[in-house]
Nanobody
Framework: QVQVVESGGGLVQAGGSLRLSCTAS????????MAWYRQAPGKQRDVVAG???????NYADSVKGRFTISRDNAENTVHLQMNSLKPEDTAVYYC?????????WGQGTQVTVSS
């Protein structure tokens, strides 16, 4: 079982920045893909960004150029640097990690961007 814990959410004004962090506890096996999803009220959960163990990244079109995902394989952590935040970025952000036996999700962290 892999435990996933997110941190770093909060309230910020439009144009501001936040940095989300996620730590996965995994003993005995490596974590492959690490990704961030988000879910706004009344909407489906969508992928925001993902990063492979080798450092290959992908982003949703809506966040390209504003968000940056990075990871530390030794610490099993992944970060999401969010700049130039917009009110439409308001959502609960979830971290998900993929390992040989499946996926594990965190509980989510709220990000609220005021206009």
């Amino acid at each position: 079982q892999v435990q996933v814990v997110e941190s770093g959410g909060g309230l910020v004004q439009a144009g501001g920045s936040l940095r989300l962090s996620c730590t996965a506890s995994a003993s005995g096996f490596s974590i492959n893909l690490m990704a961030w999803y988000r879910q706004a009220p009344g909407k489906q959960r969508d992928v925001v960004a993902g990063i492979t163990r080798r450092g290959n990244t992908n982003y949703a079109d809506s966040v390209k150029g504003r968000f940056t995902i990075s990871r530390d394989n030794a610490e099993n952590t992944v970060h999401l640097q969010m700049n130039s935040l917009k009110p439409e970025d308001t959502a609960v952000y979830y971290c998900v990690v993929s390992f040989p036996l499946g996926n594990s999700w965190g509980q989510g962290t709220q990000v609220t961007v005021s206009s």
